[in-house]
């Protein structure tokens, strides 16, 4: 296979365009491992394999087995087509956003009569507006609470609002809300709130402050005075807030100024919003970058992945100066912004100041991330040499197996395995059992069951090749510390069922949850180690995760077993109103324990229908 591989790449290469284009590496496994752009795919591909010279990682070339190429019209093109199939992958060593997780926004439901503004995670309703993404949950929420002392929307969830008692919350006396619930405020009124947050959001403070401004002096000459006192204090927060976060000129206009800092395999990008002098917001993210890309690579990456979820692209971008012109990343944002975008470094005046900032923060931030970390990294090691010690061990236990069982009643019987390697949660080798010999609620059979079946199954794969589809790299690791969730009884349970692990060195305890005393092999009394001690506060983390993964588990196979056995027998119940139901109610339980009044209201449900529900569900239940 190593003699083959050189040669299919040396064939690939040389059909290669000498045009622009997107590339993608793929391991031995097919899986692709790194997607690139170029102006000529030829060269570019040639260069990762130049030896001394070559571009990217120097451990990238071994690992490739073949390579795809798609030929674009322009640079521009390739950009975005990179971007989706990083988007799609997932490659190892392109740059990507590390925090995997929904980044939030603020949105507006203008489908509605009075529209919410709301905090969430998900953008996908056409008839929503979107302002974001942000970095930090926190401040969104800070940002929605001034809104609404400034623009007075409603703070009730539901497409209508009020509530059953017909008459005002507590914001209306506060003055958080203009109570369109009772009529305080007609849908005209009320919008003209919700055209303010969309301004405000936009970044036009100008705008808002004029108009605030001309509305308190109408009110004002018309002697509607409470009306001007409400507008006057509405522009004092205005103006406050703008000239606290004033970091510029109102000359500057609307431009986003973007700064990476790098180091090694990590980066954080600082994007400073300015909006009329004013600074919007400031945004903060952590970047992987294994494949130890240069400045303005990371810069495009960035850019790309940021403004692709973004609602809005400013028409100019400012950057650092190392970073140089990129023309093909301003061609594709302004495909994507429908107009003209702008991308240059700052060289002078304000927007050089502001960069400048950004750029501190940047590398203030990536500091702070360093020594967090290695903060983690002491905790862990000082957890790991602290149980080594506690329990006499030969090495630290680099790597913990927890076991737990979960029942109801002696149903649905199910185990967990969780692992740590190095003191962190190593999820690709978590394990889920269904316990298969043993009825009812037997803690110590179970434990037995499950352990005696993780020997055996280290027993066969130990002697795999690591080639081998067959492998399973969870099973076949030897673990230094086996974990059981319980105590004395679910310890001498694991004890014989793990006579092959113990024989290789491995440690078995139990850790008991009422006091989280520790039981070890030969000692009569259990060991209580210090609540405060990172060793106790690790086996906690384990235990915990086992629990939890195993609880995920039973529950699914409870919430199955009784919507197939309960509610697939019911009359007049298809899959799509099975799903109705539970959409409806939220669980199976809440189906059973439901009325017939609330059978009946459910949505899409005839009366008929329900009423038979109703009494085939109290017939079972009798």
């Known amino acids: 296979m190593a003699s083959q591989a050189p040669d299919k790449l040396t064939e690939q290469r040389r059909e290669l365009p000498d045009q622009p284009g997107v590339y993608l590496f793929r391991d031995d496994r097919g899986r692709v491992i790194y997607v690139g752009k170029a102006k000529s795919v030829r060269k570019r591909v040639a260069s990762h394999f130049s030896g001394r010279t070559a571009f990217g990682p120097a451990e990238l070339p071994p690992l490739i087995d073949s390579m795809e190429y798609i ?34 926004y603020i949105a507006i439901s203008l489908d509605e009569e009075f529209p919410r503004v709301y905090f969430t995670r998900e953008r996908h309703r056409r008839d929503r507006a979107y302002f974001g ?29 009020g509530r059953r008692s017909g008459s005002p919350c507590l914001d209306y006396y506060i003055k958080r809300c203009t109570a369109p619930c009772v009529g305080y405020a007609t849908p005209e009124e009320y919008r003209e709130g919700i055209d303010g947050v969309t301004a405000f959001l936009s970044g036009r403070y100008r705008e808002i402050e004029r108009e605030l401004e001309d509305r308190m002096h109408d009110a004002a000459g018309a002697q509607h005075f409470e009306e001007a006192a409400l507008y006057r204090n509405r522009l004092r927060a205005v103006r406050s807030l ?16 973007i700064a990476v800092a790098v180091d090694g395999t990590e980066a954080n990008a600082q994007v400073f919003q300015v909006r009329d002098g004013v600074l ?24 790309l992945q940021y403004y692709g979820t973004a609602t809005a692209i400013p028409p100019q971008i400012v950057v650092q100066r190392e970073v140089g012109q990129l023309p093909a990343l301003a061609e594709a944002l302004g495909q994507r912004r429908g107009g003209g975008v702008e991308v240059r470094p700052a060289e002078r005046g304000d927007k050089r100041r502001i960069l400048e900032l950004a750029e ?3 590398r203030l931030a990536l500091d702070q991330e360093r020594l967090k970390a290695e903060h983690r990294r002491q905790r862990r090691a000082e957890a790991l040499d602290g149980l080594q010690q506690a329990l006499g061990l030969d090495v630290p236990p680099v790597r913990i197996e927890c076991f737990d069982v979960s029942n109801l009643m002696g149903t649905h019987n199910v185990a967990s395995m969780v692992v740590f390697e190095g003191g962190v949660p190593k999820k690709s080798d978590y394990r889920r059992f269904k316990i298969r010999t043993v009825e009812g609620s037997d803690d110590f059979a179970a434990i037995a069951e499950v352990l005696s079946r993780r020997l055996a199954r280290f ?54 949850k009422r006091i989280e005393e520790l039981f070890v092999p030969g000692r009569r009394r259990p060991l209580v180690l210090d609540p405060e001690s990172p060793e106790l506060q690790l086996l906690q983390r384990v235990r915990d995760e086992a629990h939890r993964f195993a609880i995920t588990h039973h529950r699914a196979r409870r919430d199955k077993a009784m919507t197939t056995s309960i509610l697939d027998e019911l009359p007049g119940i298809g899959p799509a109103r099975k799903r109705a ?41 009798r």
């Open 280 to 303: 919007s917001d400031r945004q903060s993210f952590y970047l992987a970058n294994e494949g130890e890309r240069d400045l303005g690579e990371v810069v495009e990456q960035f850019a």
């Open 459 to 512: 027993e066969e794969q130990r002697d795999r090749s690591p080639h081998d589809p067959e492998r399973d790299a969870s099973f076949s690791a030897l673990p230094n510390l086996v974990v059981i969730d319980g105590g004395k009884g679910q310890l001498a349970s694991g004890l014989a069922a793990l006579p092959g692990f113990r024989e290789r060195g491995v440690a078995v305890v139990a850790l008991a």
């Open 581 to 621: 139901l539970l959409k409806h109610f939220g669980s199976p339980e809440a189906v059973l324990a439901a009325s017939r009044e609330e059978l009946e209201a459910a949505p899409g449900m005839p009366g008929k229908v329900a009423r038979q529900i109703y009494t085939q569900l109290h017939r079972t239940a």
């Open 133 to 161: 993404p942000y970095s930090n949950a926190k401040k969104v929420r800070g940002t929605l609470d001034l809104l609404q002392k400034v623009f007075l929307f409603r703070s009730c969830e539901g497409t209508e609002p």
């Open 71 to 104: 030929v674009t019209a322009t640079e521009a093109e390739a950009l975005l087509a990179e971007q989706t199939f990083i988007k799609r992958y997932k490659p190892r060593f392109n740059i990507r956003l590390r925090d995997d997780k929904s980044y939030p």
């Open 360 to 362: 501190r923060n940047a």
């Open 242 to 257: 703008l000239e606290r976060q004033r970091v510029a000129n109102e000359s500057v206009g609307t431009v986003d100024a």
